[in-house]
C-alpha cells in the first residue's frame, strides 16, 4: 500500500488541469496511482527497465502520460537509464515523455528541469522535492558526454503540432504556424531544452498531425489532398516527426456505411479511440475508412468469411503505388539525404492569413567550421486554400550561403521544375519557371550541386504529378521572419550521410546494438 498514493480519483476537469489532482490522484477509478515519490519505489522501477536495456538492447524509453507523475521521479529515472546505458555503450540514450499540460509544465520536466544544472538550488519555480533530487543527482547528469541535463531528452510538440493540424484542415489561419516560433509557449520550453547533438535543441521535439489520442486527420469528410500537404509539412519542418501508422495510407477512421446501428453508434461515439485506431490489415475486424478507394472499398466492421492471410507485401489493404504513400515516402529520402530539412534552421517567407493558407519558408544548415558546404531547400506547401498558384520568387537568406546570382535549383519532388537565383535591390531571390502547386502538393528547391540531377530524379520519380492546370500567381512579401531552430535529431543512430548520387546511406561507423550487449552488463544498482 505504501507504493500507491490513495487519494482518490480524480475528474476530468482536474486531471486536465495544472493542479496536484493531475499527478496524485488516480487517474481512474480502476487505475490505482503510483507514489511517485516513494524512493524504493523509484528504484525498482528504474532497475526494472534497466534490465530492459541490457537484455532487449533498449535504445529508449517514451514515458506514457508523463504529466502525471513527479517531477523528481522524472529526473531519476531519466538519469539513471541514461548512465547505466552509458555503461553499455550507448551513448545517445534518448527518454522522451508524453507531457500533455501547459508549456510551463512541460519546461519543468524537460532538459534543466528549470532548474541551474549546476547549483539546482537556483531555480525557478518548481518543488522542493524536485531541488532536492537534482543536488543528489548533480554529478551523475553532469558526467554525461552527450546530454548533460537531469530531465527528459525531449516531448511532444503538442503546441506546434495542434496549431499545424488546425491550420492545415482549414480550421485556423496558417500566419498561426509561424506566429508560433515567435510565442512565448516557444521560448519557455526552449529555454530547458538540451541537445544531444549540439544542434538547435526544439528539433528534437516529436512533431505529428495525428496520434492515438486524436481523431484521424481525414477524419468525416476531408479531401485527400488536405493530407499529401500535412505530410509536405511535418517532413519538411522543423521537430522529430512521427508518421501514425496508417496515415500514408489515407485512414479516416470513418464508420463503414454497410454496419448496424449499434455498431454505427460504437464507431461514432465517445471516447474518441474508435476514430483514431483501426485495423491496418485486411484480416482484422476493425477495418475502418480510408481516403483511399481501393483501402475505402476493404472497410467492414466485424467478423467476415475467412479468407487466406498474404505476406503484408500483398496485403490488399496496403497499396503503395498510390499518390499520397509515394509523397510520404519521398519526402522520408529527401528529409533522411538533405541536411537542410533534417538538421536546419527555418527562415519564413510567407504564412498566409487564412485557413490552407500557402506557407513558404526556407530551411538552411552549416556546419560551422567551413569544413563542409552549407545546404539550403526552399519549401513551398500549397494546402488549397487559394486553388491553384503559380510560384514567382522567393527571397533567400546571403547568412546561410553565399548566393551568386545563376545558381540553379531543381524541386526535388518533382525535379522537371527548376528555379535560378538573382540578386535585385542588394539581396538575392530565387526565381522560379512555371512553376504550378495544386492544392495539396509542395515543392522542395536544392541546389543542383548539392542535391544532384540523378538524386532528385529518383526522389521525384516515386510521386505521381498532377496535370497542368490555370493557376494564380504567388509571390511573397519582402520581409522575413527568422526562427533560429535546428535539426531532427535521430535518437537511436546516427544521420545517414548523403552519396553523390543523392541516395542516403548508413554510417558505418556506428557500433551496433547487439556489439555494444556483448559483453556482461554492468550491475543493474549502479
Known sequence: QEFFNRCGRTEGAELNADGPGAVFGDF??????????????????????????????????????????????????????????????????????????????????????????????VHGDVPGALTERLSELRSTYLADPVFPAPGLNSVYNFNLSGTARDALKCLRSSSDVAGYFGSQAYKVVKEQAVSQRDADSSNEWWTCVEIHDWDRFLHGSKPLFLLTAALAWLLTSPGAPILYYGVEQGFNGNCPASVSAEMHELCTGSPNDTKSRQDMFASGPWRLGSAIGSVEQLAHVGNGTPVVRRPWQRDPFLPREHRTFKMAKALAAL?????????????????????????????????????????????????????????????????????????????????????????????????????????????????EDLLGAQGAASIASRIPVHPGSVARRWS????????????????????????????AESDSSETSGAESCSEQPPPLDK
Open 476 to 503: 511573397p512579401p519582402i520581409f522575413v521572419l527568422l526562427a533560429g531552430l535546428g535539426a531532427i535529431l535521430p535518437s537511436f543512430r546516427k544521420f545517414r550521410k548523403k552519396s553523390p548520387a543523392g541516395e
Open 28 to 121: 481512474v477509478a480502476e487505475m490505482f496511482d503510483y507514489d511517485t515519490q516513494n524512493r524504493d519505489w523509484q528504484q525498482i522501477f528504474t532497475s526494472l527497465h534497466k534490465y530492459w536495456i541490457a537484455f532487449a538492447d533498449v535504445d529508449g524509453f517514451r514515458i506514457d502520460a508523463a504529466k502525471h507523475v513527479t517531477l523528481d521521479f522524472i529526473a531519476h529515472f531519466s538519469t539513471q537509464v541514461r548512465a547505466y546505458a552509458h555503461q553499455l555503450g550507448k551513448s545517445n540514450f534518448f527518454v522522451v515523455g508524453e507531457v500533455a499540460a501547459s508549456p510551463t509544465w512541460q519546461a519543468r520536466t524537460l532538459g534543466s528541469m528549470m532548474s541551474n544544472r549546476q547549483d539546482p538550488r
Open 335 to 447: 528529409r533522411n539525404s538533405h541536411r537542410a530539412l533534417s538538421q536546419g534552421t527555418i527562415a519564413w517567407h510567407a504564412a498566409a492569413d487564412v485557413p490552407c493558407g500557402l506557407l513558404a519558408f526556407t530551411r538552411s544548415w552549416c556546419d560551422g567550421s567551413g569544413a563542409e558546404p552549407c545546404e539550403e531547400a526552399v519549401v513551398i506547401i500549397n494546402p488549397g486554400g487559394a486553388g491553384d498558384t503559380v510560384l514567382d520568387r522567393v527571397p533567400l537568406q546571403d547568412t546561410a550561403a553565399a548566393v551568386e546570382a545563376g545558381q540553379r535549383y531543381r524541386n526535388a519532388l518533382n525535379s522537371s521544375e527548376v528555379a535560378q537565383t538573382a540578386r535585385e535591390g542588394g539581396r538575392p531571390w530565387l526565381i522560379f519557371r512555371s512553376v504550378v502547386l495544386r492544392p495539396g502538393d509542395a515543392a522542395v528547391f536544392v541546389r
